[in-house]
């Protein structure tokens, strides 16, 4: 998997979009772009993925450079819910094989009231 | 349904016991996964399992053992527990090219 490059922290003000970026110069084509958070004393969830095309779900939106040397994770309305630990994780999708996911220290993102 | 449940949720070990750490999902899901956090750091991984009766071992394998005799169950067991070991556990599970959904974790003291 690729090495990836996140901010070890950053806040935000309740209410604004957060922007989270990750660098992944050495990312390969078939590797996809994968974002987890960690709310404390909780386990890992899954927000967003994706492979060259911008994706938004209900949660966030993931917006893949036309290099796809970096990204960016934006949460449009922050909450105080949102302060968690976030992983950018790049990844093959394969259906089988050892593809554990492969957690750097992520960003901690605080959302100040 | 449940999602990935884990038990204990807490455990405090002395240096030497064993004990089996329970990984159980509903959705069934052919993926699951064990890593431990330990304190500022990301996920290792620690043994993978792709179906019933297949197991692998990750980065971190050394200390543990697993078993996956159905597709519910991934039991994770330390057998001589060592300091070392303190840690979060947690297990994970998916299908076929979706994300992996993690339990609420195992924390676990060795002393």
């Known amino acids: 998997d690729a090495k990836t490059t996140q901010p070890t922290s950053m806040d935000c003000a309740e209410g604004r979009a957060a922007n989270l970026p990750c660098n992944h110069s050495?990312?390969?084509?078939?590797?996809?772009v994968y974002w987890y958070r960690q709310i404390h004393s909780q386990g890992p969830q899954y927000i967003i993925h994706g492979l060259k095309n911008n994706e938004t779900n209900e949660m966030a939106s993931l917006i893949i450079t036309e290099d796809r040397k970096s990204s960016t994770l934006i949460l449009p309305h922050a909450t105080l819910r949102d302060t968690a630990v976030y992983y950018c994780i790049v990844r093959v999708d394969s259906g089988g094989g050892a593809d554990g996911l492969t957690f750097g220290k992520g960003t901690h993102l605080i959302i100040q009231p | 349904n449940a999602g990935v449940t884990q038990t204990p949720k807490f455990r405090i070990l002395k240096i030497g016991q064993s004990m089996t750490l329970q990984c159980t999902q509903d959705m069934n899901h052919n993926y699951m996964y064990w890593y431990r956090q330990d304190p500022g750091m990301g996920l290792k991984l620690i043994y993978y399992?792709?179906?019933?009766?297949?197991?692998d071992k990750g980065e971190v394998p050394n200390g543990y053992n697993v078993s996956r005799s159905t597709t519910e169950d991934f039991p994770l067991r330390l057998e001589l527990a060592a300091p070392s070991q303190t840690s979060v556990y947690f297990c994970?599970?998916?299908?076929?090219?979706?994300?992996?959904?993690f339990g609420d974790g195992t924390r676990l003291s060795i002393l």
């Open positions: 050495t990312i390969s084509g078939n590797e996809y």
């Open positions: 399992s792709v179906g019933a009766g297949i197991t």
């Open positions: 994970a599970s998916r299908s076929d090219n979706q994300p992996q959904h």
